[in-house]
Structure formats: C-alpha cells, structure tokens
C-alpha cells in the first residue's frame, strides 16, 4: 500500500464549471476526510465518512459542494458552479476506527479557478 | 472544539533542539493532544500524540504539563527537513475529525 493517493495532482478550471476530485485511502481504513487549505491557513475540515457512511459535514461545505463514497472505499468531491474563492489544496485523510488512531494524508489537489 | 494557541514562527539551527509549545487551557479529560506537520507542498503527516503521560517516538517527543494545560513538542536535533509547520490539535475520543489551527512555521537554519 502506497498511501493515500488523490487525483488529479492539479486542475486548473474556468469559473462556472464543475470539478471533481479523486481519493484513495489506505486500504482497510474505514473513515475518510476531506479538508480544504488556502495559503497561510491550516486545513479547514469539510467532511468525512465512516465507511460509505457520511456522518459530519462542516458548515463550509456549501450546496454546491457534495462528496460521495459509495462503497465505502475511493471517495470524490465535486464542486459544481466554481467560483474563484473555491481556489485552494483540496485535501483527503484516512485512518482505521480507534480513539487515537493517526490519520494519513495524501498530498492534495490543487485548485486554480480562473 | 477546545482550542490551541501556538507561536506563529519559530527558528532554530541545524542539529540543535528546538521546543514547540502549545497551549491547550479549555482541555478536558477525553482530549488527546495531537501533533502534526506540514512540510512544504505536502499534506500534513502524524508527529506524536498523548494523553497524560510523555511520549517519545522516532520522530519526537511530547512533554504534557501536570495540569494537561500546555504540552511542548521536542525536536531533539532539529535538521533542514524538518522545516515544517507543526500543528497542535485537540481531539476528544469520541471525536472523529481533527480540528487544525494555523500552527507553528519551523525553520531551520544551517
């Protein structure tokens, strides 16, 4: 297992349009999250999973904004409409079940909203 | 969520400790005290954690304050690649995300 892989690495898009983003966890980790980094800021929490389970959305995670997992392995998160404030690192963690578990990141999407 | 406060910046040399501090004073008794980093152009990656007691690891170690109210990261001989920003976290046992704030930036100079 090489981590958690996120694809694409960068996408560059025009406003209006719909993006999607990839993630792949460790294998046999069952809970899943997505977070969002802009310049200077720590990661901002946007949701996460327990299996195919979606069991907390933050209150940044507007209407246009949707993330699915539905096997409860890879996930995606999709921004429809884009806007340039949605330009940022797009990041997603897993980690098995467990009050102190450590969480693994994979290394991001990169947002450019033009 | 119980907050953090950490310095902004923070320098060091090369092969000399460095001790990052964290303030954690609304704690409570089911808060585990996480340590991340971030390295440039990276996502962030598990340092240590701990509970009450200190904790060491292959990476660093974790000084909790008998009150739980402040720990200390201890890098023990700091080198370039460990520049880094490092977050302290807070997450209750039954909490399933992690909350970070803007962290500590590490730089290390030769």
């Known amino acids: 297992d090489t981590g958690v892989s996120q694809n694409p690495r960068h996408k560059i898009t025009k406003r209006g349009q719909n993006v999607t983003f990839r993630c792949d966890p460790i294998s046999e980790h069952n809970r899943l999250y997505w977070y969002r980094q802009t310049l200077g800021q720590g990661p901002e929490f946007l949701t996460y999973f327990q299996n195919e389970a979606q069991l907390e959305k933050s209150r940044l995670l507007s209407d246009r904004f949707s993330a699915e997992r539905p096997k409860g392995s890879f996930s995606t998160l999709e921004i429809q409409r884009t806007e340039q404030g949605d330009s940022a690192m797009y990041l997603c963690a897993s980690r098995p079940t467990g009050a102190t578990t450590e969480a693994f990141f994979g290394q991001g999407t990169r947002l450019t909203v033009v | 969520d119980a907050k953090t406060t950490q310095p902004n910046s923070m320098e060091s040399n090369e092969e000399e400790p460095v001790h990052l501090p964290c303030n954690h004073s609304?704690?409570?008794?089911?808060?585990?005290i996480h340590w991340y980093r971030q390295l440039p152009s990276q996502g962030p990656e598990y340092v240590i954690h701990g509970l009450t007691s200190n904790v060491n690891n292959r990476m660093a170690s974790l000084a909790i304050a008998e009150d739980r109210k402040s720990s200390t990261l201890i890098l023990h001989r700091a080198t370039l690649r460990d520049a880094a920003v490092y977050y302290c976290?807070?997450?209750?046992?039954?909490?399933?995300?992690?909350?970070f704030g803007k962290g500590t930036k590490l730089s290390v100079k030769p």
């Open positions: 609304t704690i409570s008794g089911t808060d585990y």
């Open positions: 976290i807070l997450r209750d046992v039954g909490q399933g995300n992690l909350i």
